[in-house]
């Protein structure tokens, strides 16, 4: 899951809002929200930090608060309304007309 929220680096260039990516931005706070921000936030700006470092310090920010067992919930939320869609929508179709 870590290297799937961290393998394209135009998702940060693009600063596309993901899953991962919005539960930081919410629970970080201080310190560690302002190096989140700048790791991710280059818009127009030019980082002498080299990628893998970046990718390595975005790691472990996600690592320590929880982004997989965040995301693996969400998953599952929402594979579970996805079933339980699924299920009315083969009931209905069992209704005759």
């Given at each position: 899951?870590?290297?799937?929220?961290?393998?394209?680096?135009?998702?940060?260039?693009?600063?596309?809002?993901?899953?991962?990516?919005v539960?930081?931005?919410?629970?970080?706070?201080?310190?560690?929200?302002?190096?989140?921000?700048?790791?991710?936030?280059?818009?127009?700006?030019?980082?002498?930090?080299?990628?893998?470092e970046?990718?390595?310090?975005?790691?472990?920010?996600?690592?320590?608060?929880?982004?997989?067992?965040?995301?693996?919930?969400?998953?599952?939320?929402?594979?579970?309304?996805?079933?339980?869609?699924?299920?009315?929508?083969?009931?209905?179709?069992?209704?005759?007309?």
């Amino acid at each position: 899951m870590i290297s799937w929220i961290l393998q394209e680096k135009r998702i940060l260039k693009k600063n596309k809002k993901t899953l991962p990516y919005v539960y930081l931005l919410n629970i970080l706070q201080g310190e560690r929200a302002e190096r989140f921000k700048d790791l991710t936030q280059q818009e127009g700006k030019v980082s002498q930090q080299p990628w893998a470092e970046k990718q390595a310090c975005l790691k472990k920010i996600a690592v320590e608060e929880g982004v997989v067992q965040y995301c693996q919930v969400m998953y599952e939320i929402f594979r579970q309304k996805a079933n339980e869609i699924r299920v009315r929508l083969e009931q209905m179709a069992e209704i005759p007309s």
